[in-house]
């Protein structure tokens, strides 16, 4: 789905929730997606639709600090509560989430398609663990977002870095 | 600007070689880069297409009045809006932007709206009547072969019959006559698809000037530039296509698409911008991926090993279009004559029409079935001469400088380099004997190009173009027509400019991909761009930094050479303390003749190729070479394949940018395993054509957890005709993936694998088919299994 809804539609709904630490009020159709809203209504073009379906996570976004498929959550389920997207993400490290500047480091990122949605992931990760994680827990918690350039070797690496320059070393990451 | 021909100054601004942040990474990883379907503009309408249900038809009414009149819909067309067949290869134009006459797939498209936003373009298309006459489909190629008064494509010119190559060199049967050992085999590989991320979009609007500009996920922006002007006949000069950042490609998305022609002509009607987003189900219809191929493989070999002749029988399945197909069926047999020297080849390639989406290119085009072919055989040699196939591949290898037996001129080979690398970093000498019954590895090698020597277009004008504009703040404008797809290209460009010029990689700002700012660049495809763009933009940059060298010399009053240009400086080599910033030498440049711009062109050597028809198709400046080592586990019970690790070693020529060929590797390697263990794009005949998965939960694609260890080893064999002797590192590195994987499953449980891909359901038949021999006698087991504790 690409376009904007017809958001003068009379059965519109008037969502009231935070994005990004934003308070947001926008009406929408009730059977949009959180994905259309953010893309379509609100510019936030982070999140992208790969599939439209749930089946390749480029949409991750974090509902409540949880990992969420924006494009199989309806906007309406967004009411009351804290959305963060990829735009957000850097927002309490000056701009740059250290896993961004990992991806970047390791040229994590071929086309970049899937990678905010991994980051969205992989950041709810960092932040249950609060220690380095190690290959197979990045790998476990990445599951559900499919990459098709890179082999995921490259991502991974970056998840593990990011950790420990987080968290310090890499003790406890065995 | 005498001295052209001198040496690449690789210490010039040391990035060559180095590790980069790429210039475009950090953006989309924030999540503010704007891909096609991030762009919106003002009135913009949403575009849909009306897509046919059935495999074969003929269309006898379209019906729209009722869509017409809902409010909101703007406009409708059908294929008489659009009726100029194109096609990417100009000899074989048999595509409409929407079908005519006939529909010949499901999912072929027959008509477009535009309407005020998708959900009323959706429910749009439900209003448009569309009478169809059901017509036999084909699925079969080689019943759609013999059906020859049925054609399925209205363009076809010999029935179902797409494109037939024989050609042989030397003399083949009495070659394989002679030989100590001739290995047959069968091998069959199912179509797989690119599945990029990023579903294609279009977006089309007619700028208040009247030129036409379309934005597009494209891999191709050149073609799809010419194929616009030709189907809507509109002067090239009235048209700016532009790629905006793309989220993968792969190849599916090198040619002319249904949606650009449709946004396009809606916003010409319209007056207003049209955007058309595929949904993922019409990505995979639309497909173009990897030709199915049916592979009959004769080949003969002397005792020890050398491989004598090879006589080859494909038949490859099209789908309903031609797509790059001409090309398709000439690399099925051109591109088999490296890394290994033999003396006589047959190839006799025939691709079908059928009733089913067009297949095109896929990451190592046309090669890849055959080459899998072509490394099982070796490994079965390998077994019935009691070699070892690593050894047997070495005593193969062509070697440097040297002219395969189609007579394509190879210079630089790090192929031996290859095999050494995978042999040692795998473990291959001691773990080849100690692995038990279901565990095993297997070897592989290939070849690929480095871009094509010829344009699609029969033309005598540069290949690549580059052209770089120096500004006062000390900072250089690369403007390349390539498509970086995710690649890297653009990067690449930076790292050549920024080595020549002695800038860091952030202050060049690399322009790529609009028709109106850049040279003219043929696209992201047979992995071109690293090769050919790459040394146009060394070109222009090797004249700009000559020309700073000069006015900064002038001042120093010291010859042009003491003057180099690094760390963003121009630094005098004999007394580095004397230096100045480059914004100044820029600028001193620019005072003494006037802006600072410079361009490079490329074009292909035309002598390393044979005089023959067809010896121009596959014949590249150089190629890259390959060895992949798979380790896998068959699980005898279940026949699941757990492959464990691929070690992959690349000769790249010359690594420009270290961890992006790493992850061109890794992405080969991945990409070649999916297509090995699980991926298959099929319709179903038992149901009307129809795909049988069109998702990305259902055509499986490796995850996190799929997807086995990748170890990349970089491999550099300069090669004369690449910048700083690079070579392409994105296509050739996913060949030996699947044999490898094939040889490794015989090594663990001893069946031959010869048909993709190699789901649990093959493997237990095939094991259950070898136990049965074992039983009767006429097998003995394959290796012990691992002593029980």
């Known amino acids: 789905m690409s376009g904007p809804s017809r958001a003068s539609a009379p059965d519109a709904i008037l969502l009231r929730t935070s994005i990004n630490g934003d308070a947001v009020q926008v009406a929408i159709e009730p059977h949009h997606t959180l994905l259309e809203v953010l893309r379509y209504q609100l510019d936030l073009i982070g999140s992208k639709q790969g599939c439209d379906k749930g089946d390749c996570g480029a949409c991750t976004v974090q509902i409540d600090g949880k990992p969420a498929l924006a494009c199989l959550t309806l906007a309406v389920h967004a009411q009351g509560r804290e959305i963060t997207t990829v735009e957000g993400l850097g927002d309490a490290h000056g701009g740059c989430h250290p896993l961004q500047d990992a991806f970047d480091r390791h040229d994590a990122a071929q086309c970049g398609f899937c990678t905010p949605g991994i980051l969205m992931s992989a950041e709810a990760l960092l932040r249950k663990c609060k220690r380095p994680v190690s290959v197979d827990e990045a790998r476990e918690a990445l599951a559900g977002n499919l990459c098709r350039c890179t082999g995921y070797t490259k991502i991974l690496d970056a998840v593990v870095d990011a950790s420990e320059s987080m968290h310090g070393g890499s003790e406890g990451a065995k | ?789």
Request: hydrophobic content about 35%.
């Open chain 2, 1 to 789: 600007m005498s001295d052209t021909n001198e040496m690449p100054t690789h210490e010039t601004g040391g990035q060559v070689g180095g590790v980069h942040r790429k210039v475009d990474a950090m953006e989309r990883m924030r999540g503010i880069t704007r891909y096609t379907d991030d762009l919106k503009l003002p009135r913009m309408l949403h575009a849909k297409i009306k897509r046919c249900p059935h495999p074969h038809a003929k269309i006898v009414s379209i019906d729209a009045s009722a869509a017409l009149a809902m409010p909101g819909v703007h406009a409708v067309i059908t294929g008489k809006d659009l009726p100029t067949p194109y096609g990417i290869i100009p000899w074989t134009p048999d595509e409409t932007a929407l079908c005519l006459e006939k529909a010949l797939h499901v999912g072929d498209g027959v008509a477009c709206v535009a309407a005020d936003d998708e959900d009323t373009a959706i429910e749009a298309l439900d209003k448009i009547e569309v009478t169809y006459e059901v017509l036999e489909p084909l699925f079969d190629p080689e019943e759609a072969l013999e059906a020859r008064d049925n054609p399925i494509n209205p363009f076809s010119r010999k029935g179902n019959l797409s494109k037939k190559v024989l050609l042989e060199f030397g003399d083949v049967d009495a070659v394989l006559e002679q030989s100590d050992v001739v290995v047959e085999g069968d091998y069959f590989f199912e179509g797989t698809t690119h599945a990029a991320i990023e579903p294609h979009c279009a977006l089309a609007h007619v700028e208040p000037g009247g030129v036409l500009t379309v934005w597009s996920a494209t891999q191709v922006s050149h073609y799809l530039h010419r194929e616009l002007s030709k189907v809507l006949e509109l002067p090239a000069n009235r048209i700016r296509v532009i790629q905006p950042p793309l989220g993968g490609a792969f190849g599916g998305k090198s040619e002319p698409f249904d949606l650009e022609f449709c946004v396009a002509k809606l916003a010409l009607l319209t007056g207003r911008p049209v955007k058309l987003l595929y949904t993922r189900e019409e990505v995979f219809y639309s497909h173009r991926g990897r030709h199915p191929m049916k592979m009959k493989y004769r080949t003969g070999f002397t005792k020890d090993g050398k491989i004598t002749g090879v006589d080859a029988k494909t038949i490859l399945d099209g789908g309903a279009y031609s797509s790059f197909g001409l090309v398709t069926t000439y690399y099925s047999g051109q591109l088999l004559c490296a890394p290994y020297g033999f003396d006589a080849y047959r190839f006799h390639s025939r691709r079908a029409y059928t009733n089913k989406p067009a297949c095109g290119p896929k990451r190592g085009h046309g090669s890849v079935q055959p080459r899998f072919a072509l490394e099982c055989q070796l490994d079965k040699a390998a077994e019935q001469l009691g070699l070892d196939p690593i050894d047997m591949r070495l005593h193969n290898d062509i070697g440097d400088d040297a002219v395969t037996v189609n007579e394509f001129r190879v210079g630089s080979n790090g192929f031996s380099e290859c095999l050494r690398r995978v042999r040692a970093s795998s473990g291959w000498n001691a773990k080849r004997k100690e692995l038990p019954y279901g565990r095993g590895l297997g070897v592989a090698g290939s070849t690929y190009i480095s871009g094509t020597n010829y344009p699609i277009y029969p033309n005598e004008m540069p290949q690549a173009a580059v052209q770089i504009t120096l500004d006062r703040s000390g900072r250089a404008r690369v403007f390349s027509g390539a498509n970086d797809i995710g690649q890297g290209s653009n990067t690449m460009l930076a790292v050549i400019a920024g080595n020549e010029l002695g800038l860091p990689l952030e202050d060049i700002r690399v322009l790529s991909a609009d028709t109106d700012l850049c040279p003219v660049d043929l696209g992201a495809y047979s992995s071109r761009i690293t090769l050919m763009v790459g040394n146009a933009c060394l070109e222009a940059a090797q004249k700009l930094r000559r020309a700073v060298c000069e006015a900064v010399g002038k001042r120093w009053e010291v010859p042009r050479k003491r003057v180099t240009l690094a760390d963003g400086q121009a630094i005098d080599r004999e007394d580095p303390q004397r230096n100045v910033p480059l914004a100044e030498a820029f600028q001193w440049a620019e005072s003494d003749n006037g802006l600072m711009s410079a361009t490079g062109s490329y074009n292909t050597p035309k002598d390393r190729h044979g005089e023959y028809r067809g010896g121009t198709i596959g014949a590249s400046p150089a190629y890259s070479f390959t060895a992949h080592v798979a380790e896998v586990e068959v699980d005898a019970m279940t026949g699941i394949v757990d492959v464990k690790t691929i070690w992959v070693a690349h000769d790249c020529g010359r690594a420009l940018s270290r961890k992006i060929v790493e992850g061109q590797m890794e992405g080969s390697a991945y990409m070649g395993f999916a297509e090995a263990i699980m991926e298959q794009h099929i319709v179903d005949p038992g149901h009307n054509g129809v795909h049988p998965g069109p998702s990305l939960l259902d055509y499986r694609i490796p995850t996190f957890l799929d997807t086995p260890e990748l170890q990349a080893l970089i491999v550099e064999s300069p090669d004369a005709q690449g910048p700083y002797g690079a070579k392409e590192a994105g296509e050739g590195p996913l060949h030996p993936s699947i044999p490898a994987i094939a040889n490794a499953i015989y090594d663990a449980v001893g069946v031959r694998m010869d048909s993709l891909p190699f789901t649990p359901p093959r493997v237990l038949a095939a094991l259950q088919a070898r136990a049965e021999q074992e039983r009767a006698g006429t097998l003995k087991p394959h290796k012990p299994a691992r002593e029980m504790a």
